[in-house]
């Protein structure tokens, strides 16, 4: 017997049992980013890796650690995405959709990171992400926020969630304040742990998340990044903040919340649960205000988030008691004897074109009528239409209620849609 090949390690199956709850999340954050007005654009899974070094930063944990990287026949350096950011604006530029011009898009799909597997969190994940491009104003940064509060509104979830918001400032800001932070933990570079002491050289602002207790303890007394901004960047958080409380938008300002990657300016925010054991995040972003002029673009300024899917989807499962997830089958077609094959299969096709919202199969195993009955309830349709000889040839169909204690009806083939739509009133 030949080996088994099993799936790489990270990369998971989506099972049809599982699909029907991700097939329903995905339909309410499409719905919600319609209302929006929001256009969806699809890109590549494969870019040059320098897309993302010069995006990213060299110096992330992203890319020193956790991107797929190879070189093609051509001995070019090609990388699986690890986000979405990055090829959304490296595609905004090339097909000239940014220039003096304001887009709101948003992406669907398998990204890749290269990390240890765990609840949640895959090698081979997926994720939403929303970019808002030619728009400076703050006012952006309350539409995004209030669209996640809407579909977690949607997903029932909001009692479950968090927002927490931060200004990083400027550039410039940031270089001031990473001298200063850096000069104050060389004096406790003794307690950092492995990770914070290459940080410190790399990219020390990632510290301030770090989940060492110890650490976190000696950031207590480390100055803070709000006594580093600039006017500018003051003055759009003030509004962003104003404007969420005018909206009912509850948040709590996390002066550590600075994320992970090395585009990100200004206004910073995540949306963190705890309802899946320790905090997680289930949805971060901010505004990228230099991201297209670093990617060889015009100055366009830059606003957006992404979600992961596989938290999200966990997260639904774990807080809601009922998901209306639609059945994958309505109504099953069981027949048997002769002549009976070409009405079933009419039949079949009669309804997928009278009731397109409603999902028919056709037993297409063979066997009597019981072993048919025995596969039309494991189904899941709540009820099964019988063609036998006599119903074939009076032009009639048998419906057999599978979930309900009610007697069978035989109803005219001409008249069968609408007896079934009937059922539902």
């Known amino acids: 017997m030949a080996k088994i090949i099993q799936a790489i390690r990270g990369m998971n199956d989506c099972l049809p049992t599982e699909t029907p709850i991700w097939q329903w999340v995905e339909n309410q954050i ?6 929006y007005g929001y256009s969806e ?24 650690k956790e991107m797929f990287t190879f070189n093609d026949r051509d001995d070019e350096s090609l990388t699986l995405r690890p986000e979405g950011t990055a090829g959304c604006v490296r595609a ?10 304001e887009q709101r898009l948003w992406y669907m799909g398998p990204m890749f990171r290269y990390e240890r597997p765990q609840k949640g969190r895959y090698r081979q994940f997926h994720q939403v992400g929303v970019e808002i491009f030619g728009i400076s104003n703050p006012d952006i940064d309350a539409e995004l926020i209030l669209l996640t509060a809407r579909l977690w509104r949607q997903l029932g979830i909001i009692d479950h969630v968090s927002l927490q918001l931060n200004s990083i400032g400027s550039l410039e800001a940031r270089r001031n304040y990473r ?36 650490v ?38 996390n002066q550590k919340l600075v994320r992970g990657l090395d585009y990100y300016n200004k206004t910073v925010f995540e949306w963190v649960t705890d309802a ?57 077609v069981v027949f048997a004897g002769e002549n009976t094959a070409v009405p079933a299969f009419q039949l079949a096709e009669k309804l997928r074109n009278e009731l397109p919202g409603k999902h028919t199969m056709l037993n297409c195993s063979g066997g009597n009528f019981k072993k048919q009955f025995k596969r039309a309830d494991k ?4 009820i099964a239409l019988v063609v036998g000889e006599s119903e074939a040839m009076n032009n009639e169909v048998v419906v057999k209620f599978l979930r309900e204690d009610r007697p069978q009806q035989t109803i005219a083939l001409n008249d069968i849609a609408q007896f079934l739509v009937s059922l539902e009133n």
């Open 30 to 35: 499409r719905n919600t980013l319609a209302s």
């Open 41 to 64: 654009i699809r890109m590549p899974i494969v870019e040059s890796t320098p897309l993302f070094a010069r995006a990213i930063g060299e110096v992330t944990d992203v890319v020193e």
């Open 92 to 101: 905004g530029i090339q097909n000239g959709l940014l220039y003096n011009q």
């Open 179 to 214: 001298t200063a932070l850096v000069e104050y933990l060389q004096q406790y570079y003794d307690i950092l742990d492995e990770d914070c002491k290459r940080r410190l050289t790399t990219n020390p602002l990632r510290i301030l998340d770090s989940k060492n207790q110890a």
């Open 216 to 253: 976190q303890a000696v950031l207590d007394n480390a100055p803070k990044l709000q006594d580093y901004l600039d006017e500018e960047s003051k003055a759009h958080f003030a509004e962003l903040c104003h404007l969420l409380d005018q909206l009912g938008i509850r948040y709590e300002v």
């Open 276 to 332: 899946l054991g320790a905090q997680g995040t289930i949805c971060g972003g901010g505004r990228y205000d230099g991201l297209v002029e670093q990617l060889g673009g015009h100055a366009t300024c830059g606003v957006g988030f992404a979600m992961g899917l596989e938290r999200l989807v966990l997260l639904v499962q774990e807080v809601n008691k009922h998901i209306p997830v639609a059945n994958p089958v309505d109504f099953y």
């Open 379 to 382: 189904s899941g349709a709540t």
